[in-house]
């Protein structure tokens, strides 16, 4: 039986570096070779000699560099010895949301999720610190991020050191900001599926930047637009130089097989279509016949056929069609001459006929999406108080959404401030019915509000607020605008609706590090007969091994009681974990049966133990045994 510890890089989060080897490897066989410790190693020689004269090592090359470049590579590809410990009691309809709120350093995070959602978000919609000198960039600390971010955060010390701001007097202003951003976009760029989409607002402090770094990340080639939101109404007096009115938001495909969705057409469009013939086609509005596009055979004369005036089409102009076809769309009364019957001849435009939605556009104004006023009203709306300063529009992120997500697709946000990426994706899933999913990271950062000590309380808030909003909203009214009255009938058409969210907590892992002197060995020893830490639940253990096994944490987990001990199993039985203690062959035989009874899908399934948890040794081998029999190999502890 295969024993895990907190060194064993199958508890680690996915090894990049290993996953990189393997990659190259699997391309070119003959560049692998082993190091002085027997460890697989790439012959840099061998794949500079494979690629001939594409290797640039000019000095003088085209690319982008900052100072901690390099280091910030190696950043992400780290893997990360923590873990997330889910905290139900914050959470809310924990069994049975697909929502999470994960509260913790995005780096992290990111790196704990790489195994279990590896290509699986469809969307990520991030709004990260603009870097206007006020907000905080916090720092990363190579050697040991897990200690240095429960101590940032006061979780362990004293009270933890104070987040420090960027100032723009700092010499190194801008290289802060493209290390802290460098590894976490690479990172989340594995988790987009291919077809997948990336959505980042900024303003012009570090647009400049963020593009050429997103040029790099996920290619020139998958850029798709430099949106430019229309965010202000009002220019502020005090401004010297000019009025900054807009954001940026910054949009990559992952590659080339996402399809952006056209968006849905707006009331204001459809009302231009005014007109009814009554010939059953229903509404239309006039259009233009000619186009600009001359073509000689598209110049002829239209002949009015009630008053037998003739139009030609303006100057630097032709028809839109021939002749042949002109003469049947007047014959079926396709072409309008204005009310009086005596105008110049216009196309009759019916609704039914257009596209069935609108080509998303570069510019988005602040009637259509929000701008900053209607944003804080928005938060307004749920808290007296807002206790968070900058929330984006929910009409921004909708409409992001809009382009780039179908009904039950996975949203990931991780600089996820006040929350309004899930009240965006639970808006708008009750307004079309959708089944999209969310998953919010945010920072523990401490603010001065008594009732929210950390931004990640008050994002937490603010979705259980907007969730019961967008229920307790009529039908008739958009779910993206603020409750203007209460529902008048209890909203049963939101059955449905996940309003709910899981909630998880970046921690050290649970499992004890293996990293005893052999000076204290005979003290330390008997605290390794388990190998789980004293203060760690088995839900917290649980979760642990979910994540190691690459597994989605919102997946339903089912509860067995086995010869009085408690076997849980997850996914239908595709992987089953039992922490108890003394555990005997009845248990494991229960297990065995499970087997038969869930018939996992790939019918692998996958057995983790307590390492301490057996009776004794005697029960140990023999489960190996008993297990192997029933068709189980893989068997764990931990
Ligand atoms: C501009 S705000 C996002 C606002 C959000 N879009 C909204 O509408 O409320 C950026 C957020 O990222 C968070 N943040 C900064 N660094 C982070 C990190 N390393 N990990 C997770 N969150 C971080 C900050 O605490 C801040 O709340």
Redesign the pocket.
């Given at each position: 039986m295969h024993k895990l510890t907190a060194h064993d890089a199958e508890t680690q989060s996915l090894d990049l570096v290993a996953d990189n080897i393997a990659k190259l490897t699997a391309l070119f066989p003959e560049i692998l070779t082993e190091g002085a410790d027997g460890g697989k190693r790439v012959d840099f020689e061998a794949l500079r000699e494979l690629l001939g004269t594409a290797v640039e090592d000019k000095e003088e090359r085209y690319n982008f560099t900052w100072h901690g470049k390099a280091q910030a590579r190696r950043l992400a590809q780290t893997p990360s010895t923590g873990t997330l410990r889910p905290c139900p009691a914050e959470s809310k309809h924990w069994d049975s949301t697909q929502n999470l709120f994960i509260e913790?350093?995005?780096?992290e995070?990111l790196k704990l999720l790489q195994k279990s959602y590896h290509q699986r978000v469809k969307m990520i919609y991030i709004?990260?610190?603009?870097n206007t000198g006020k907000?905080?960039?916090?720092p990363d600390n190579y050697r040991d991020n897990i200690a240095n971010y429960l101590e940032l955060t006061g979780q362990t010390g004293e009270d933890g050191r104070k987040l420090a701001a960027n100032p723009e007097t700092s010499g190194r202003y801008h290289t802060h900001w493209l290390n802290?951003m460098y590894p976490?976009l690479k990172l989340a760029r594995n988790l987009l599926r291919d077809d997948g989409v990336i959505f980042i607002?900024i303003d012009d402090t570090e647009v400049a930047n963020l593009r050429k770094l997103c040029d790099e990340i996920f290619g020139e080639e998958n850029f798709l637009s430099n949106v430019i939101w229309h965010k202000k109404y009002a220019a502020s007096n005090d401004v010297k130089g000019i009025a900054p009115m807009h954001d940026h938001i910054l949009v990559y495909q992952k590659s080339g097989s996402f399809e952006r969705n056209l968006l849905p057409r707006t009331e204001k469009q459809d009302s231009l279509y005014k007109y009814d013939s009554n010939d059953g086609k229903g509404l239309w509005r006039p259009d233009n016949l000619s186009v600009k596009t001359v073509s000689e055979s598209y110049l002829y004369p239209i002949i009015n056929p009630k008053t037998g005036k003739t139009y030609m089409p303006p100057a630097g102009r032709c028809w839109l069609t021939s002749s042949e076809n002109m003469q049947n769309w007047i014959n079926e009364s396709r072409v309008f001459f204005g009310q009086s019957g005596d105008g110049a001849p216009q196309l009759k435009r019916y609704l039914s006929e257009v596209q069935q939605g609108i080509v998303p556009q570069s510019y988005w104004s602040y009637d259509e999406v929000g701008h900053t006023d209607s944003?804080r009203k928005e938060l307004k709306a749920l808290f007296n108080d807002p206790p968070?300063d900058?929330?984006?529009s929910t009409g921004v992120i909708i409409r992001s959404i809009q382009i780039g997500c179908v009904k039950d697709d996975l949203i990931l946000?991780?600089?996820?401030?006040?929350?309004?990426?899930a009240h965006a994706v639970m808006a708008l899933n009750a307004e079309d019915g959708g089944n999209r999913k969310f998953i919010m990271?945010?920072?523990p950062?401490p603010t001065d509000k008594p009732d929210y000590p950390t931004?990640a309380d008050i994002?937490k808030e603010r979705i259980r607020r907007a969730g019961d909003a967008i229920i307790a909203k009529p039908a008739s009214q958009p779910a993206s605008q603020p409750a203007s009255q209460p529902a008048s009938q209890p909203a049963s058409h939101y059955t449905s609706l996940d309003i709910g969210f899981k909630v998880f907590k970046l921690d050290s892992t649970n499992i004890k590090p293996w990293d005893v002197g052999f000076d204290d060995l005979e003290t330390s020893l008997p605290l390794f007969t388990d190998s789980l830490k004293d203060d760690r639940s088995n839900d917290d253990v649980l979760y642990e091994i979910l994540l190691k096994y690459g597994l989605d944490l919102s997946l339903p987990i089912t509860t067995h009681t086995l010869a009085s001990k408690t076997v849980y199993s997850i996914g239908m039985g595709a992987l089953i974990v039992c922490l108890d203690k003394a555990i005997t062959l009845d248990t494991v035989e229960g297990i065995a049966k499970l087997k038969d009874e869930l018939q996992p899908e790939d019918s692998l399934m996958r057995v983790v133990f307590r390492d301490s948890g057996f009776a004794d040794d005697v029960v140990k081998v023999n489960a190996v045994q008993i297990l192997k029999q029933a068709g189980i190999e893989d068997v764990r502890s931990v």
């Amino acid at each position: 039986m295969h024993k895990l510890t907190a060194h064993d890089a199958e508890t680690q989060s996915l090894d990049l570096v290993a996953d990189n080897i393997a990659k190259l490897t699997a391309l070119f066989p003959e560049i692998l070779t082993e190091g002085a410790d027997g460890g697989k190693r790439v012959d840099f020689e061998a794949l500079r000699e494979l690629l001939g004269t594409a290797v640039e090592d000019k000095e003088e090359r085209y690319n982008f560099t900052w100072h901690g470049k390099a280091q910030a590579r190696r950043l992400a590809q780290t893997p990360s010895t923590g873990t997330l410990r889910p905290c139900p009691a914050e959470s809310k309809h924990w069994d049975s949301t697909q929502n999470l709120f994960i509260e913790g350093d995005n780096l992290e995070v990111l790196k704990l999720l790489q195994k279990s959602y590896h290509q699986r978000v469809k969307m990520i919609y991030i709004d990260p610190p603009y870097n206007t000198g006020k907000d905080f960039i916090y720092p990363d600390n190579y050697r040991d991020n897990i200690a240095n971010y429960l101590e940032l955060t006061g979780q362990t010390g004293e009270d933890g050191r104070k987040l420090a701001a960027n100032p723009e007097t700092s010499g190194r202003y801008h290289t802060h900001w493209l290390n802290m951003m460098y590894p976490r976009l690479k990172l989340a760029r594995n988790l987009l599926r291919d077809d997948g989409v990336i959505f980042i607002s900024i303003d012009d402090t570090e647009v400049a930047n963020l593009r050429k770094l997103c040029d790099e990340i996920f290619g020139e080639e998958n850029f798709l637009s430099n949106v430019i939101w229309h965010k202000k109404y009002a220019a502020s007096n005090d401004v010297k130089g000019i009025a900054p009115m807009h954001d940026h938001i910054l949009v990559y495909q992952k590659s080339g097989s996402f399809e952006r969705n056209l968006l849905p057409r707006t009331e204001k469009q459809d009302s231009l279509y005014k007109y009814d013939s009554n010939d059953g086609k229903g509404l239309w509005r006039p259009d233009n016949l000619s186009v600009k596009t001359v073509s000689e055979s598209y110049l002829y004369p239209i002949i009015n056929p009630k008053t037998g005036k003739t139009y030609m089409p303006p100057a630097g102009r032709c028809w839109l069609t021939s002749s042949e076809n002109m003469q049947n769309w007047i014959n079926e009364s396709r072409v309008f001459f204005g009310q009086s019957g005596d105008g110049a001849p216009q196309l009759k435009r019916y609704l039914s006929e257009v596209q069935q939605g609108i080509v998303p556009q570069s510019y988005w104004s602040y009637d259509e999406v929000g701008h900053t006023d209607s944003s804080r009203k928005e938060l307004k709306a749920l808290f007296n108080d807002p206790p968070f300063d900058n929330p984006k529009s929910t009409g921004v992120i909708i409409r992001s959404i809009q382009i780039g997500c179908v009904k039950d697709d996975l949203i990931l946000d991780f600089f996820s401030g006040s929350g309004t990426t899930a009240h965006a994706v639970m808006a708008l899933n009750a307004e079309d019915g959708g089944n999209r999913k969310f998953i919010m990271v945010q920072l523990p950062e401490p603010t001065d509000k008594p009732d929210y000590p950390t931004i990640a309380d008050i994002g937490k808030e603010r979705i259980r607020r907007a969730g019961d909003a967008i229920i307790a909203k009529p039908a008739s009214q958009p779910a993206s605008q603020p409750a203007s009255q209460p529902a008048s009938q209890p909203a049963s058409h939101y059955t449905s609706l996940d309003i709910g969210f899981k909630v998880f907590k970046l921690d050290s892992t649970n499992i004890k590090p293996w990293d005893v002197g052999f000076d204290d060995l005979e003290t330390s020893l008997p605290l390794f007969t388990d190998s789980l830490k004293d203060d760690r639940s088995n839900d917290d253990v649980l979760y642990e091994i979910l994540l190691k096994y690459g597994l989605d944490l919102s997946l339903p987990i089912t509860t067995h009681t086995l010869a009085s001990k408690t076997v849980y199993s997850i996914g239908m039985g595709a992987l089953i974990v039992c922490l108890d203690k003394a555990i005997t062959l009845d248990t494991v035989e229960g297990i065995a049966k499970l087997k038969d009874e869930l018939q996992p899908e790939d019918s692998l399934m996958r057995v983790v133990f307590r390492d301490s948890g057996f009776a004794d040794d005697v029960v140990k081998v023999n489960a190996v045994q008993i297990l192997k029999q029933a068709g189980i190999e893989d068997v764990r502890s931990v």
